[in-house]
């Protein structure tokens, strides 16, 4: 099971793609999911169910993205062009990054919870800067260097190597003295969503290989962690970002622990809005949240 949001133009069935072109055999059962965001996050909960099921043993699950290969939807194509200008629409922006029950971005999705939970732009940056700055450590530390895998690119010219990808790039790119010069994103006056403590369009991949207790013992394979729950929650579009304040307390409960016992948490989303809201709201430790960025 593999996330993947914006699929146009990659083919049929990209989950199946991934999985061939690791080398996996053909009788591999392959599903792409699409949740947006959780994606990812969703394709594992789907895996864990299987197994719980009993339904399969041992599952590759995750997600993958590459916003900079989306092309532009030319909508009126199909019919043939009369006369007149004819409109393109932007992949990323039409499939990911629009809300289309307001029929506005998600960046505004964000403003609206930043002005309900009183979020300042100053806290948003601050978080965009501690999350850049954490990230840097884990990868210096050498934390990120057994979860990456080294990617040989294609060449941009003939007769030229194409070097190799080993590392994130974000976390080197950012300049913290340009985030106070931004301009708001979304909402001219008075808007606290900037392009510096929003995310950037990225490309990457990650998984996870899930199996039963039985299959671990029985290939002597030591698990990192245990899945002790899973939990969906669902808000008015509009209030998205603080859709898992929703669902911890379900996953929580579902897993027969307390907000105390959680040592570490991870909320990922595009604005450092999210974060900080649903910290607000479940009350959690800031030096507990997302302790090597994002």
Known sequence: FMGNVLSAALGQAPARQAALGAGMPTTTPCTTINKVCASGMKAIMIAAQAIACASREIVVAGGMESMTNVPYYVTTGRNGFVYGHQKMLDGVLHDGLTDVYNDIHMGNCGETTAAKFDISREEQDAFAMRSYRLSAQA???GLMAKEIQAVTLPPAKKGQSGGVMHEDE???RVDFEKFGALKAAFVKEGGTITAANAST?????????????DAANRLNIKPLA???GIADAAVDPIDFPIAPAAAVPKVLANAGVSKDDIAAWEINEAFSVVVLANQKILELDPEKVN????
């Open 201 to 213: 369009l990225n490309d990457g991949a990650a998984a996870l290989v899930l199996t039963s207790a």
């Open 291 to 294: 302790v090597h960025g994002g």
């Open 139 to 141: 990868h210096a530390s």
């Open 226 to 228: 245990l899945i002790r």
């Open 170 to 172: 974000e976390f080197k």
